[in-house]
């Protein structure tokens, strides 16, 4: 049986490939039944789409659904408002954050809206996080117009 740190390891995964390509180290995994359904990462840099965050590029690879209950989405940062704001509407109702050093996000947000969510604080996920930021900070600051709202 996969576990929260082996699926959160598949979504640091996709945050590498993005941080290699020169984006933003930020990815995604979709799981149903104990598989992935759907990987994704920021894509900012490489599309120009800065609606491409993690865990929208996510939603996008797994294409058209009618509802969500059931899914857990694995993200290795804490979501941005645009992220929170599509979870719940969607009612993907299990998130699983792996760290929120480095973005404080909106877990209060998503678990006010019913959302189950756990936070990892996975020292590897907090590393390539901090590793980019302190390289690109003023790429990190564009792609969260600056507004962390914790
Ligand atoms: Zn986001």
């Known amino acids: 049986m996969a576990t929260h740190t082996d699926f959160m390891a598949e979504a640091l995964k996709q945050a590498q490939k993005s941080y290699d390509e020169g984006g933003l180290p930020i990815g995604a995994v979709m799981v149903e039944n104990g598989e992935i359904i759907a990987r994704g990462y920021n894509r900012r840099v490489q599309d120009g789409d800065p609606t491409a965050h993690g865990e929208m590029d996510c939603l996008r690879q797994a294409g058209r659904r009618a509802r969500y209950d059931g899914v857990t989405l694995y993200t290795t940062l804490s979501p941005c408002m645009m992220c929170a704001g599509t979870i719940v509407q969607f009612g993907i109702s ?27 604080d996975d020292p590897d996920c907090i590393e390539l996080m901090s590793r980019f930021i302190a390289e690109k900070p003023t790429l990190w600051d564009e792609d969260i117009a600056g507004n962390d709202p914790a």
């Open 94 to 120: 299990h998130v699983v954050i792996g760290e929120a050093e480095n973005f404080h996000g909106n877990e209060a947000f998503l678990r006010e809206n019913g959302v189950n969510v756990i936070r990892l």
